[in-house]
């Protein structure tokens, strides 16, 4: 005797409905570079359709170029976080394209590194007004929209820097540290309105911007020493970590910093 067929849909598998961005749109900033490459790639192989925002336009173009010829949805858009009209017309552009922003990381930061002592107030505030000005007036108008929508994921990249001090970067460091800070306030104000506020706080990645330190053998020998897998990390073993804060994976998690560092603040041996 054939069984009737039942008309209850089966269950998505359970990775699907974890970890699925299929129909989300997730804004990435610093696109261009080697860890926002990663990230904004993954969230498209994931599913979500990326808008690539980033000062270098002609960069940030060649990704989202790549994106469409993988059959992979991207549109690049030009950003510079150190003005506040950039983001606005930014978001105008990407608003008028899509029904709304799901998921934001915000990945761009820039550095100088210089001894304290020679830190001009130029350089100051440029890397405040990029790494946490712009990053905090942006996040401002990206949940503002989610708010109405029911909800969204906010993802900041901070540092390693946000925990221990490494000379020649004080300034850059102090941004990091504020953005684990500003995490922790955002996650409160908005864990009423469904939208989870994380951090990411990379240890040292190899990337084309930071490979000058990795081919000074000194340099190079020191990282390793201090890490535990006594290794570099890659852009790619962060989209993990990424992909399960932009997920409805974590929907119990926010305010939360998440050190990626291979070890470094485990400790190190003695021997």
Known sequence: MTKPRSHVRPAAPILDRLFSLKGKTALVTGAAGGIGRALATGLAEAGAAVILADVNATEVGKVAADLTRRQLSGMAVSLDLAKARSITAMLKKVLATCRGIDILVNCAAINRRQPVLEVDPKTFARILAVNFRGLYQLTQHVAAQMIPRGGGKVIHIGSI?????????????????????VTMVMAVEWARHNIQVNC???????????????????????????????????????FGMTLLLASPASSYITGQTFFVDGGLLAGGRHW
Do not use: C, H
Request: net charge positive.
């Open 161 to 181: 820097n946000s925990r221990i001090g490494l000379a020649g970067v004080s300034v850059y460091g102090a941004t990091k540290a504020a953005i684990s800070q």
């Open 200 to 238: 990411i706080a990379p240890g040292f990645i190899r990337t084309p911007l930071v490979e000058p330190l990795f081919r000074d053998r000194r340099r190079a020998a020191w990282m390793r020493g201090r890490i535990a897998m006594e290794r570099a990390g890659t852009p790619d073993e962060l």
